[in-house]
């Protein structure tokens, strides 16, 4: 397959809206039998910890906080020491705040948050209630107690800044009661899912999901004409295919959307139909005191709740879809009311995928011509046996439970799993990585990675004063296919303009300063009004938000900009003049997939890479290279694996290139880079501890570097047979002898090394090669720049001779045994030397050469993420 079509992705900016609040009942100290049996978190407000968390993206599907999360304080005061909490005697209030910065399962709260009344709510004083003001506050001193709790909406992936029933994503969570003698700024509460969570989420990021439906009619239950006996005819399938649905439909439609929290009982209410029909919003819905649009437990019939009640629906989130529902039946009727739902193992599912290519669909459809429809009882474990079957009845919605589905393509089948864990905090897609597919398509959070460095080094330059110089780490396959997508400028794929505006907002909880995106070619409405474009409807158009940073010029102060991406992100800032560092933290199988390469000449990578000695494997590559063009960076440490032609570079221009290991057919032009030049003799480029292992004899005959200009190239090796040219450089810029001339060598420091240095190549298998271009081998002994044959390259003891002797001897064969030190030695003598210059201070070669322990036995060096000890470094000098 192909990995081609590059695709967008948006990251949430917004700051942390984490609104403190509950309902307008007074505290109890019990909670019902599935509140305790929750999965939690633990959240601490915590007044006294400074700069402990950062701004961040909000895609927390395990449970944690989001940005923009909603949660309301409750505090009651107690007159005679908590002895009692009276509701006649006692004093109650309701809080809210809006920390700026929020992280993992914690909130915190800089001094003053109790003073931050929530309006519109009703609070008590000794048994008599009164709506709050912002004036109201509720204060007492040491030794008095007060009890707390909060519940919390969950904002994942700004579903509540959408504020549209469209993105709603009803995660009610409540926390226990925790007391404590005041003040008090510092209370840990624990929050709790209340509600059950069905998702569905792609194998990779080569699907995207468009909308998933629970099967209800009868055509979605037929089974097809091999199924069944041979004697059932179509009249047959459609009685059992018309049973199944309509048991399924009968439990769906005692399934009911969460809409807020019942605090007498700790139970979630139901969402009415009125509300929502009516334009009722999600915001609104949340922090409503009567709860006038609620349905709670046990008020209604069976026949009530199917006809007022809002069923639970799939609705997208960050490129999956989710549907939240409450665990148990609602109604009046017995037996059931109370008890949990289950849906039956026969209960089906469909699911549209986005067809990316418009290869099936008709113009502007953005699904696929086919839906997808899956039973429960298809979904296989790890042993092939059935997760959801007549034994276990099926799928039984409990509180606090998360069951989610990964669903794609593995090559051209339509395939189903399910996580084996059904926690909110052990699921994570980030930990899946499903063989790639055949049908590529972006992923909301592709970008996280990126766009979270990003803000973390805007952060620490802003509030710790330190160097703006964002380090980016790329951990799983997907990351680093939308790395390619950043530098090969294909990331954004929007059409239009958006403009801005930096202006406070009606809708936002504390009237915040932040920009407006407006289109300036649909400006306003019928009414005259702004037209404003929401991240997630400028995302839908390809478009890809991050943060900049301005330093400060001159009597100009530093700031932060928001903007959106055009073209390629090269890993190089202009502004602050720096070239970016990005991490490889995994190993990435590519699955035979077909990839362009990472930078062109019109969009060339300018960062550091820096591979972490991991592997990237069973890859071809669009004209062979991995990375097409570099300028200003490097390329370190970094292994690659293919059984197809696979170099590491192009074009590299005034770069820097060290430890890299290949086993793969070369390119015709070079097993390592085609081109690289330095700028000048005083600043060349680097070609350090790089190794060429070749499979077979037909694998290539190419030189490690195909042609260069003001290089320093030391400890590498070329193992490739048949080279009749230039085994380590093919040819140099005309009329250089930079590599020709004299290596002057020293017995003592300080030593001047040569151009090049400590590398190998194989003459067993390459009798016609040369080091350089065409010109025979003239190098001094000491300079290690040698053919040699296999058994030479593989040794492992040093076998040398005073270098006066070995000039005097006359046999080639018994000069070439006389190698000196073992190469592998010798290579990594290079690469200590290239670690201590300038450039190697900076861009380390982190890996060294070692070979089997038992002497001979044909294998040749290999690059390990290892700190050498003393004697596996040679002294050349010696």
Not at 229 to 257: G, H, I
Request: net charge negative; aromatic share 12%.
């Amino acid at each position: 397959m192909t990995m081609k079509r590059i695709y967008h992705y948006y990251i949430a900016t917004l700051l942390v809206a984490l609104v403190a609040c509950s309902d307008d009942v007074q505290l109890t100290p019990e909670m019902s039998r599935e509140q305790k049996q929750l999965l939690g978190r633990a959240v601490n407000f915590n007044a006294s910890i400074a700069d402990a968390f950062e701004s961040r993206a909000s895609y927390n599907h395990d449970g944690q906080f989001n940005q923009g999360d909603w949660m309301k304080i409750f505090r009651q005061y107690s007159p005679d020491g908590g002895l009692t909490f009276d509701p006649a005697t006692t004093s109650n209030r309701i809080y809210y705040y809006v920390p700026k910065y929020a992280g993992g399962t914690q909130i915190v709260l800089p001094n003053g948050w109790q003073w931050h009344v929530l309006p519109g709510k009703i609070g008590s004083d000794n048994g008599s209630y009164f709506v709050q003001t912002e004036a109201d506050s509720l204060s007492w001193e040491n030794g008095n107690s007060v009890r707390f709790y909060a519940s919390a909406l969950s904002n994942l992936s700004g579903s509540l800044d959408r504020n549209n029933w469209n993105s709603y994503y009803p995660d009610y969570m409540l926390s226990n009661t925790v007391s404590s003698s005041g003040p008090s700024e510092s209370v840990p509460l624990t929050m709790r899912h209340l509600g059950c969570r069905i998702g569905f989420a792609p194998r990779n990021s080569g699907n995207q999901i468009a909308k998933v439906e629970i099967c209800l009619d009868p055509e979605d239950y037929m089974r097809n004409d091999n199924a069944g006996s041979a004697d059932e005819d179509e009249a047959d399938k459609l009685q059992a295919a018309t049973t199944n649905a309509d048991y399924v439909r009968s439990v769906y439609n005692r399934m009911c959307t969460p809409g807020g929290i019942d605090l007498a009982n700790s139970r979630l209410n139901a969402l009415v139909k009125s509300y929502v029909d009516g334009g009722g919003k999600v915001q609104e819905l949340y922090l409503d005191a009567t709860q006038a649009q609620m349905v709670t437990f046990g008020t209604k019939t069976m026949a009530d709740i199917e006809s007022e009640v809002v069923r639970p629906y799939f609705v997208p989130n960050d490129n999956r879809f989710y549907m939240i529902s409450i665990p148990n039946d609602m109604s009046s009727d017995f037996p059931q009311a109370g008890q949990l739902i289950t849906l039956p193992p026969y209960t089906r599912f469909k699911v549209w995928l986005r067809d990316v290519n418009s290869g099936d669909t008709p113009a502007g459809d953005k699904l696929e011509s086919t839906y997808h429809i899956f039973s429960l009882s298809d979904v296989k474990d790890a042993n092939g046996n059935q997760v959801f079957n007549d034994t276990n009845y099926g799928l039984t919605l409990e509180a606090g439970r998360s069951y989610l589905f990964y669903v794609g393509y593995h090559y051209d089948t339509f395939t189903v799993d399910t996580d084996p864990s059904f926690s909110w905090t052990e699921q994570d897609i980030a930990a899946r990585d499903f063989a790639d597919t055949t049908t590529p398509a972006p992923d909301a959070s592709e970008y996280a990675w990126w766009n979270n460095a990003i803000e973390t080094a805007i952060y620490n330059s802003v509030n710790l004063n330190e160097q703006y110089k964002p380090e980016f780490t790329i951990s799983t396959k997907d990351e680093f296919v939308s790395f390619m997508k950043l530098v090969n400028g294909t990331a954004d794929q929007h059409t239009g303009t958006l403009k801005r505006v930096f202006r406070k907002g009606k809708t936002n909880p504390d009237n915040e300063l932040r920009y407006w995106w407006y289109d300036p070619d649909n400006l306003r409405d019928a009414n005259g009004d702004t037209i404003w474009v929401t991240h997630e409807e400028a995302r839908e158009r390809g478009f890809v938000f991050y943060k900049r940073y301005i330093p400060a010029d001159g009597d100009k102060a530093s700031y932060v900009t928001e903007d959106y991406l055009s073209g390629s992100y090269n890993f190089y800032s202009d502004i602050v003049k720096r070239h970016f560092n990005v991490n490889l933290a995994c190993d990435v199988d590519f699955d035979d997939c077909v990839i362009p390469p990472i930078g062109s000449a019109a969009t060339p990578f300018m960062g550091n890479f820096n591979g972490g000695m991991y592997t990237v494997s069973n890859v071809a590559v669009e004209g062979s290279y991995l990375f097409g063009e570099v300028q200003g960076g490097s390329i370190t440490n970094l292994r690659l694996r293919s059984s197809y032609a696979l170099g590491l570079l192009n074009v590299g221009v005034e770069s820097h290139i060290a430890g890299i290991d290949i086993e793969a057919p070369s390119p015709a032009q070079a097993a390592i880079v085609a081109s690289l030049t330095g700028t000048d003799a005083k600043s060349p480029s680097y070609v350090v501890g790089c190794i060429h292992r070749s499979r077979s004899a037909a694998d290539g005959k190419a030189p490690l570097i195909g042609t260069g200009d003001h290089l320093k190239v030391w400890g590498c090796m070329n193992t490739v047979g048949g080279i009749t040219g230039g085994a380590i450089l093919g040819s140099y810029a005309d009329g250089s002898n930079m590599f020709l001339a004299p290596q002057v060598l020293e017995d003592k420091e300080p030593v001047t090394w040569g151009n090049i240095m400590c590398c190998y190549y194989d003459s067993e298998q390459s009798p016609a090669a040369n080091a350089v271009a065409d010109i025979a081998d003239t190098y001094a002994y000491k300079e290690y720049v040698r053919g040699r044959r296999t058994h030479v390259l593989c040794a492992r003891i040093d076998n040398k001779v005073d270098e006066a002797v070995f000039d005097k001897l006359t046999d080639p064969n018994q000069k070439a045994d006389f190698y000196g030190i073992a190469p592998w030695r010798a290579m990594n003598c290079a690469i200590d030397r290239y670690n201590t210059t300038a450039v190697g201070r900076l861009q380390p070669c982190k890996a060294h050469y070692e070979v089997n322990s038992t002497g001979y036995d044909m294998r040749y060096p290999v690059l390990l993420d290892v700190i050498p000890t003393t004697e596996q470094i040679g002294n050349i000098l010696k």
